[in-house]
């Protein structure tokens, strides 16, 4: 069972880590370990499903025009358009969740997987400082950031990170790579949530507590897009956050080498 402090930690964790380029997955790998305890499916759906409404919320315009589009079935308009690129980069990153999904759990028990991930997260991260792109979305850019987003199920590899860093790197403008990349998430989230579906039964939670959790990461996801937004404005964006990714990666790598 999980408890009211569980439920208040994790929920925070999600709410901080899910946006921020620092890998939610390789956070909640390690304070599982850490604490010793194994999140159920159900309570790991609702806290998703917190910053998942911060996400549309946050984005609620482009989520709008991008549902009313489909509803007219418009896709020769600015919200068709995006519609039909979430649709192109959400299929790669399907096919990759569907063969990885089976050995997710041997992944997130291996903090070897979680500290080389954290590696690579920091690595794009400082190298797509150095790109500075203007060209609008592609179909092969979106299929390339749907690759980045489905291989980022990998605890330790931040599905921010690596999605906008690969999205600026091709030369996306920042700014249009930034938005595409947690417009992308929204369906993803969804997704995942519906295929872990048929396992939410085989565990027992308050919902009370799910409501806790769920609200608590709501709230920080939403803090932590607005804060991220103005941070990926500034020159240097995602890349400060890319020394706390090697130093985590660090301090999991020596873990590991110690136990």
Not at 46 to 62: N, P, Q, V, W
Not at 116 to 143: D, M, N, Q, R, W
Not at 238 to 252: D, E, I, N
Request: net charge positive; proline share 3%.
């Amino acid at each position: 069972m999980v408890t009211l402090f569980e439920t208040i930690i994790f929920g925070i964790i999600q709410g901080l880590t899910e946006w921020l380029p620092i890998s939610s997955s390789g956070h909640f790998a390690l304070v599982q370990q850490i604490m010793n305890i194994h999140v159920p499916v159900i309570f790991n759906i609702s806290l998703h499903m917190g910053t998942l409404l911060s996400a549309i919320f946050f984005f609620k315009k482009d989520v709008v025009t991008v549902v009313k589009a489909i509803a007219r079935l418009d896709f020769r308009s600015p919200g068709g358009r995006l519609a039909v690129n979430i649709l192109v980069g959400g299929l790669p990153t399907a096919v990759i969740g569907l063969i990885l999904h089976d050995v997710i759990d041997v992944l997130f028990n291996s903090l070897l997987v979680v500290g080389i991930g954290l590696a690579i997260t920091g690595l794009f991260l400082y190298v797509s400082k150095t790109k500075k792109g203007k060209e609008e979305l592609s179909p092969l850019h979106c299929v390339l950031i749907g690759l980045a987003q489905g291989i980022a199920i990998i605890p330790g590899l931040s599905r921010s990170g690596l999605t906008v860093s690969v999205g600026v790197l091709l030369g996306v403008e920042r700014e249009k790579a930034f938005k595409y990349s947690f417009l992308l998430s929204i369906p993803t989230i969804l997704g995942a949530a519906l295929l872990d579906l048929d396992n939410i039964m085989l565990y027992q939670v308050d919902g009370t507590l799910l409501l806790v959790g769920l609200g608590i990461s709501a709230l920080l996801g939403y803090v932590c897009l607005k804060v991220l937004t103005k941070i990926f404005q500034k020159k240097d964006g995602f890349t400060m956050f890319a020394p706390y990714c090697w130093l985590l990666s660090f301090l999991v790598m020596m873990s590991v080498l110690v136990l």
